[in-house]
């Protein structure tokens, strides 16, 4: 059974921090990309940031160079450095774990709120 648990979110002003975590558990982490994808109040679900099990990272042009995405293998566990925020970040926020091209795993997400 796989099952992520995403936590780290909270409200934060314009312009703070805050860092998510995302444990995995099922032994299939250390080889499978992991991305994180967030949606906003009334939005369709869009994607965030995505890290292979190689270590290479891409961004939605929304958030680069502002957020960094990380994964500790050791850990089972995908981070999402959030730096520079603002009010329109305001999201819940899912990891997600690709197994394969048509097998996927979510989280329950985490509520982040920028507050102007």
């Known amino acids: 059974q796989v099952q992520l648990v995403e936590s780290g979110g909270g409200l934060v002003q314009a312009g703070g921090s805050l860092r998510l975590s995302c444990v995995v558990s099922?032994?299939?982490?250390?080889?499978?990309?992991m991305g994180w994808y967030r949606q906003a109040p009334g939005k369709q679900r869009e994607w965030v940031a995505t890290?292979?099990?190689?270590?290479?990272?891409s961004y939605a042009d929304s958030v680069k160079g502002r957020f960094t995405i990380s994964r500790d293998n050791a850990k089972s566990t995908v981070y999402l450095q959030m730096n520079s925020l603002k009010p329109e970040d305001t999201a819940v926020y899912y990891c997600?774990?690709?197994?394969?091209?048509?097998?996927?795993?979510w989280g329950q997400g985490t509520q982040v709120t920028v507050s102007s």
């Open positions: 997600r774990i690709t197994v394969s091209q048509v097998l996927y795993y």
């Open positions: 890290i292979t099990g190689g270590g290479m990272t």
């Open positions: 099922g032994s299939i982490f250390s080889l499978n990309p």
